[in-house]
Every structure is written in structure tokens, then in C-alpha cells.
């Protein structure tokens, strides 16, 4: 238990060996996580709480950590560990002095010990502990430093019978650093100067755009790359081949059909063992880990609280937080952690108008590679004004949506933690943990679809409903009817929907209607059941025809103001 | 120059907090992060269009919303007298 942003998930995850996401802004765990460990040979049960700066909630994240401490309250079995920023002494023991006061078994931690030593604090370890009556120990839990005394001493920790007067809370604290810490003082240094121009308004914004431009090209690079490089031929020349044949071994043509596909093309045939694994696996991969690598980095870093401060002002005309960007943000990759992500906002009116922005602004990561990919030959300024045009979308949505919606968006307060070199070992980790968990999600979604519309086509029934659905495509939106079948299949594999728009040789404008209507009209699949979990079925059917209301009526206006021109 | 809230500071100017203007939830969510009376604080930056102003607390830096920033009321340091 302690403050947000000391490094209680890290800790958490060296006792346990458990993957936890810890990130450097705070908010990040809403909700407990669990695992266990062994102390001895005991198997002990640990719970990663939410971050609280006082066990006076004041917000949800708050309010869960007092809950799991006070059913921990009056248990001898239960030891809660008290981790404290060794940086920043003082506020940390606001929380550490109201815990003393309760009937628990209480251990201190100062993480982040190295980083006393480049701030010019000491504090005297042995004579904390006489104060406060309990063990500390100092650890770096990212290196994994003293954990090992942190396990042995565990069963040290003890109910403590510092006594103080509610009311002077303040002035104890003060006594108590008094007492056992010392600051030598330091000039600002360079890399801290540096560090202050990126959150200046003018410098912040131009170092912003910079950062930002550098994140697309790097993703680029690591998306392209993988795919070009290793992931397409490996899959084309090495496991179609290989399948192909032990599946031709299966007598019946409807399995082989199933299994396999229609066409040779993998992008078209809808095979099960073909199209349903290239998918995620040659298509979205690589760029999802690119994203990722990417995001894991700025988010140890220590910028994305940094860039929600500079865009707050932007976003409260739409009746968001600045921290609603990192939801956005992550939509930017896959709309599913983008989701999953939106918890951290505090109030459920912001949580539905920045789920709605996230459907309607950007498409993820694997789509906007399709966007460029199939759209970029008509010349780039085409791909521009796909983007401008969903830019336009989601103001004008996030605009309307703050109007109608009542209710008010609370204001910006956080903690901006310092910069920190990231360590690799566990940017790896989390980069892995948030794959595993994409892969876990969404592959079966996608194999089940395929394995849907596989079945539909063998059964003739999709050319029944692409007649049913072309006439609206073709009036509103001037797309061949043909195109149908794409759009009933992008619910389920979204992110390619828009490479099967290839074979179907439409002109530049007819490109821009259909890639904007692609992007707006549904979410895939994964998205739309993460959205039910999050804010219900019946506002996520909401948004549903919301979106795809938008996607007629902006693919509409598109195609009347083309014809006009 | 005696009272001045937090969204008038200079950057760079540091100052003494008096008073904060809010109910109680405000001042506890402040108080966590340690503003609150007697506390000295060195202002960071604004953002622009009314944005979040950054404030140095201690050794943290927090981020507060233009409309909370407004009523934090601050006294500011001598600035002219430690040459």
C-alpha cells in the first residue's frame, strides 16, 4: 500500500513473479490485483492495492485500497506493506502515520533508494525505525535490490504504538524528517532545465509534435519491417506450403474449403488455418508491438502525464480530462486496452463521451497501415484528407457530446512524476504482457468470425445479404454493391477490412468514402464485447448506432460533396 | 504585492500558500499532495487558453487545473531583498 507512482506494482511484481502493468502515471490501477509468493515455505497470498495518497478517499481508486485495508484490519495473519518514495519522505508519511494508527502488522519500504543519493537526501534507516517502532527497509525494487531482506523480514513487522494527535498530523511528519533526513542542496541541473521546457506551453507543444512524429515513424519502421522482413515470407513460404498439403489429406471438400479458404490470396479466402491466423498474426502483430514499444517507453519515461497537462485545455472543449488522452492514445494501437484504459477516468459521462471519441477518431494501428498502404498510390494528399476529415469527426463529436450530455468534467490535479530512464528488462516485460494479453482476447474473436463467415460462403447465404445491403451502399455512399461482403466482414476483422477494398479497383474519392465509413461505422467485434463489459450493453448498442449512423451520414455528405465537385 | 492567487504567479516565483478557497473534499485532495497553508511552492509554468498550472512542491511537481489553481491564494517571496 502507498502513494501512487513509488513503484508498488513493481515491488509487487518482483515478491510475486506476477506480470503487473505499472506505468508512470497515476491512476493506472483502479482495481486490486493479486498473486502469491513464498515466504519460507509458505504460500502467501499478496495484493498489489491501488495507490492512495490518504485513507481519506477521494476518488474510486482511493476508496478500494481503504476497503482491502480495512478487511484487513484486526487480522494477525495479515501483514500490510507500506511503500514509501525514499524521495519524497515527507508527503509519504502522511499515509504511513495514519496506517500506524490502526490495529494492522505494518512494514515500511523506501523505494526508490537510488534515487536519494542523486537528489542529495540521506536519511538515517535505524532511526526512522526507532521512531515510527516498525521495520524499514530501503530497496530499488526495478533492479530487484534488497527485496530478498524485504521477504526476510516480513514477518518482523509489527502493530505499532506510535502515539500522535490527529490534528497535528503535520507537525509530526515534520518532526520526524526533522530528525532523520537530510538534504544537501542541489542546483537544477541540465537534464532538469530539459525537463521543464518539454511541459513550458510553447517549447512543451513543439517538443510534443516532434515526439509525436518520431512515435508514427518508429511504429512505421518496426511494423513494416517486421512484416516485410521476417513475418510475410515466413508465413507464405514456409506455413502455407506445409498446410496445404496435411490439409489436402482431409477427404472432405467443405473442411478443406473451411480450413483453407476459397482463394489462394490470404487476404481473401477466409480460411480458417489461412486468413483467421495471418491476421493477427502477420497483419497486426508487428505494429501492435511496434505501438507498444513505443508507448511502454514514453509511459516509463515519465511523458504521458506530461502530455496530458499541455492537451487538457484542448480536450475540456470537448468535455474531457487531459488524461482522457492516453485512452485515446492507446486507441491509436487497438481500441481494446484503449477501452480497458478508460477506467482511469473518474466520472461515467467522461468515460462515454472519450469511448465515443476513441471509436470515432482514430482508427487503430493495423487499419491506418491499411489506410496508407491501399490509398497512398493516389497520392498522399488523399491519405490527408482521410485523416483531417475523422480530426473533423472527432471534435465536432467530442463538441456535441459535452453539450448534450449533462453533468461537468472534473479538473485536472496529478502528480507529474520526474523523468526516469526506463530499464529494458521491464519495458520488455510489459511490452510481452500487453501482447500476451491482446493475443489471448482477441485471436479467438478473429478465428470465430472467419470461422462464421467461412461457413456463410459455403452456404451461398453472404451473396443473399450483399444484395440486401448494396443498394444502401450504393445510393448513399456511390459504392459498388459488391462491396458488401466486406463491410458484414469487417465487424469481425476490421483492421483488413480495408485491404479487401483492393480487388474491387475503386477510384481515389470512392477510397476516401469507403476507408472513412470502414473506420466509423462499426467497431471489430473485440472492441464492441470490451466496450459491453465497460459501460454496459445498452449505452455500447448506443454507440454502436451512433457510429454507424455517422459513418452513413459523413460517407453521404462525402459522396454529394465529390459528385458536386 | 501581498495576495495573489496561483494562476497570477510568475514562473520561476515561489511563494508561500495562505489560504485555499474550496470545500473540504478540495483541500484534502490538495493537502495530499501537500499544498496547503504554510507550505512554500515555486510556480512552474501556465498552460496556455487557461490551462493547467505546474507548481513545484517539495520535490514533486503537480499539475492543477486552472479552475482549482484559481483558488489557492499565495503570498509571494521577497524576491528583490536576497540579492
Known amino acids: 500500500m502507498g502513494n501512487p507512482n513509488v513503484g508498488k506494482s513493481v515491488v509487487f511484481s518482483r515478491l510475486t513473479g506476477v506480470g503487473v ?164 542542496h542541489r542546483h537544477h541541473t541540465f537534464w532538469e532545465m530539459l525537463g521543464d521546457l518539454t511541459i513550458k506551453p510553447v517549447t512543451g507543444i513543439m517538443i510534443a509534435l516532434v515526439i509525436l512524429a518520431a512515435t508514427f515513424y518508429v511504429i512505421r519502421l518496426i511494423g513494416e519491417g517486421l512484416i516485410n522482413i521476417l513475418l510475410d ?11 496445404a498439403r496435411i490439409v489436402s489429406l482431409i477427404p472432405v471438400p467443405f473442411i478443406r474449403a473451411l480450413l483453407l479458404g476459397t482463394t489462394p490470396n490470404v487476404l481473401e479466402s477466409f480460411g480458417l488455418l489461412t486468413t483467421a491466423l495471418y491476421i493477427p498474426l502477420v497483419v497486426v502483430l ?62 461515467r459521462r467522461e468515460k462515454v463521451i472519450a469511448v465515443a471519441l476513441i471509436m470515432m477518431s482514430a482508427p487503430c494501428m493495423p487499419q491506418t497501415a491499411m489506410i496508407v498502404s491501399l490509398v497512398m498510390p493516389h497520392g498522399a494528399g488523399y491519405v490527408a484528407l482521410i485523416f483531417g476529415i475523422l480530426i473533423v469527426i472527432a471534435a465536432l463529436t467530442g463538441f456535441f457530446l459535452n453539450k448534450l450530455l449533462r453533468g461537468e468534467t472534473p479538473e485536472l490535479f496529478v502528480e507529474i512524476p520526474p523523468y526516469r530512464i526506463p530499464r529494458l528488462s521491464i519495458l520488455f516485460r510489459k511490452v510481452w504482457l500487453r501482447l500476451s494479453t491482446f493475443f489471448i482476447e482477441a485471436i479467438p474473436l478473429i478465428i470465430l468470425g472467419v470461422f462464421f463467415i467461412g461457413i456463410l460462403e459455403q452456404l451461398k447465404v453472404i451473396n443473399a445479404l450483399s444484395v440486401i445491403l448494396g443498394a444502401p451502399l450504393e445510393y448513399i455512399l456511390g459504392l459498388p454493391p459488391q462491396t458488401a461482403l466486406v463491410m458484414i466482414s469487417g465487424f469481425l476483422r476490421k483492421d483488413v477490412s480495408i485491404a479487401l477494398l483492393a480487388p474491387y479497383n475503386l477510384g481515389p474519392e470512392q477510397l476516401v468514402i469507403a476507408c472513412i465509413f470502414l473506420v466509423l461505422y462499426l467497431p471489430c467485434c473485440a472492441t464492441f464485447f470490451t466496450m459491453a463489459r465497460e459501460l454496459g450493453w445498452r449505452d455500447a448498442l448506443r454507440i454502436l448506432l451512433i457510429l454507424l449512423g455517422s459513418g452513413f451520414l459523413v460517407g453521404g455528405i462525402l459522396n454529394l460533396i465529390f459528385k458536386i465537385i | 504585492m501581498n495576495k495573489i492567487d496561483l494562476t497570477v504567479m510568475q514562473p520561476g516565483q515561489k511563494g508561500k500558500v495562505i ?3 474550496g470545500g473540504r473534499g478540495m483541500a484534502m485532495k490538495l493537502e495530499a499532495l501537500e499544498i496547503r497553508p504554510g507550505v512554500e511552492i515555486t510556480k512552474v509554468s501556465t498552460q496556455i487558453m487557461h490551462g493547467p498550472v505546474i507548481v513545484g512542491v517539495g520535490k514533486a511537481q503537480v499539475a492543477i487545473g486552472f479552475g482549482i489553481a484559481r483558488r489557492i491564494i499565495v503570498k509571494p517571496a521577497d524576491n528583490d531583498r536576497s540579492q
Open chain 1, 21 to 184: 502493468i505499472s506505468s508512470n502515471y497515476p491512476g493506472t490501477t483502479v482495481e486490486f490485483v493479486s498473486g502469491s509468493m513464498k515466504v519460507g515455505d509458505q504460500k502467501v497470498d499478496v495484493v498489489d492495492v491501488p495507490g492512495t495518497y490518504s485513507l481519506e478517499p477521494t476518488n474510486p481508486a482511493e476508496k478500494v485500497a481503504l476497503e482491502l485495508l480495512n478487511d484487513a484490519v484486526g487480522d494477525k495473519g495479515v501483514v500490510v506493506v507500506n511503500v514509501l518514495d525514499a524521495t519524497n519522505l515527507e508527503r509519504n508519511l502522511n499515509l504511513t502515520l495514519q496506517l500506524l494508527k490502526k490495529d494492522i502488522l505494518l512494514i515500511v519500504v523506501l523505494n526508490l533508494w537510488d534515487e536519494t543519493k542523486h537528489t542529495g537526501i540521506t536519511i538515517n534507516i535505524g532511526k526512522l525505525e526507532a521512531i515510527l517502532g516498525i521495520p524499514v527497509v530501503p530497496t530499488v525494487a526495478v533492479t530487484g535490490e534488497r527485496i530478498k531482506e524485504l521477504i526476510g523480514r516480513l514477518n518482523e513487522a509489527k502493530k505499532s504504538i506510535y502515539e500522535y494527535e490527529d490534528a497535528e498530523k503535520w507537525h509530526e511528519v515534520g518532526k520526524i524528517i526533522e530528525q532523520v533526513q537530510t538534504v544537501r
Open chain 1, 233 to 243: 515470407p515466413l508465413f507464405n513460404n514456409l506455413y502455407l506450403p506445409f498446410i
Open chain 1, 286 to 347: 508487428p505494429y501492435l508491438f511496434g505501438f507498444y514499444l513505443v508507448l511502454s517507453f514514453l509511459e516509463d519515461w515519465g511523458y504521458l502525464p506530461r502530455l496530458a497537462v499541455l492537451l487538457d485545455s484542448i480536450f475540456h472543449r470537448l468535455g474531457l480530462h487531459g488524461y482522457s488522452a492516453i485512452p485515446i492514445i492507446l486507441g491509436l494501437g487497438c481500441k481494446v486496452p484503449a477501452m480497458l484504459a478508460t477506467r482511469i477516468l473518474e466520472t
Open chain 2, 19 to 21: 489560504e485555499i478557497q
